[in-house]
């Protein structure tokens, strides 16, 4: 069965760079997750898109913003990077109406800010 | 405090044990209750999930809610060394915006010894 798919799956950034984390979603699946999981910490959410548009939005900084596009995948785009910004980011996909169980996470891309 | 607390471990057992899982929450607010296995550098997977106090079954697995107490526990029967992972307890609550956001545990890290 397909799962999410994220990419790329491994990162390495500067400081001050930029980043763009992309997320296709489970076919038929039209909302989507964030997640940022910290070196041995749980998953936070940031933010989550429902058909295109924000509707939820959890602990993300400002200098993140994200979008869903009309094939339904998601960019998060992470500007002015900091160190405290390397961790595990991921991604969740759910269809409409489905309940929280019912979130399917890929597999993450690690971010390294050097 | 957060909203869900759980211990770390990490949690180290022979093959054949039981093992053991919990968490507390304050939130009386959520309505589902999840845990997630996630080996490492991959995405948190569903394992079970209960929306009632009680308990639920599934094969060497069995998780249990008591609301009055705020404690969730996941057993693991007959321990496999395929069973070392880090386990997440997850729940869920209803946002103002009237989406459902996952709260997530630290984790327990759990190896399995042959």
């Known amino acids: 069965a397909a799962g999410v798919i994220q990419s790329p799956r491994h990162l390495i950034k500067e400081k001050r760079e930029t980043a763009t984390l992309k997320c296709y979603p489970i076919p038929r699946h039209d909302t989507v997750y964030w997640y940022q999981q910290g070196p041995g910490q749980d998953p936070q959410f940031l933010i989550s898109?429902?058909?295109?548009?924000?509707?939820d939005k959890g602990s993300i900084p400002d200098r993140f913003s994200a979008q869903q596009f009309s094939d339904y995948h998601s960019e998060l785009n992470m500007s002015s990077l900091e160190l405290g910004d390397s961790a595990l980011y991921f991604c969740?996909?759910?269809?409409?109406?489905?309940?929280?169980?019912?979130?399917?996470f890929g597999p993450g891309t690690r971010l390294t800010v050097t | 405090q957060k909203e869900v607390e759980q211990d770390p471990g990490p949690l180290s057992v022979p093959e054949g044990a039981i093992v053991s899982l919990n968490c507390t929450y304050s939130n009386s607010a959520f309505q589902y209750f999840m845990w997630y296995r996630q080996y490492s550098r991959k995405g948190p997977e569903l394992l079970m999930y209960?929306?009632?106090?009680g308990n639920k079954e599934d094969g060497r697995f069995t998780a249990q809610v008591d609301k009055s107490s705020k404690y969730i526990s996941l057993f693991i029967r007959d321990s496999q060394p395929s069973d070392s992972a880090t386990y997440l307890c997850?729940?869920?609550?209803?946002?103002?915006?009237?989406?459902?956001?996952?709260?997530f545990g630290k984790g327990t890290k759990l190896t399995v010894n042959p």
């Open positions: 898109f429902y058909e295109k548009m924000q509707s």
């Open positions: 997850a729940m869920s609550r209803l946002t103002q915006g009237g989406s459902e956001k996952l709260v």
């Open positions: 209960t929306y009632s106090s």
């Open positions: 969740a996909s759910n269809r409409e109406g489905g309940s929280s169980y019912e979130q399917y």
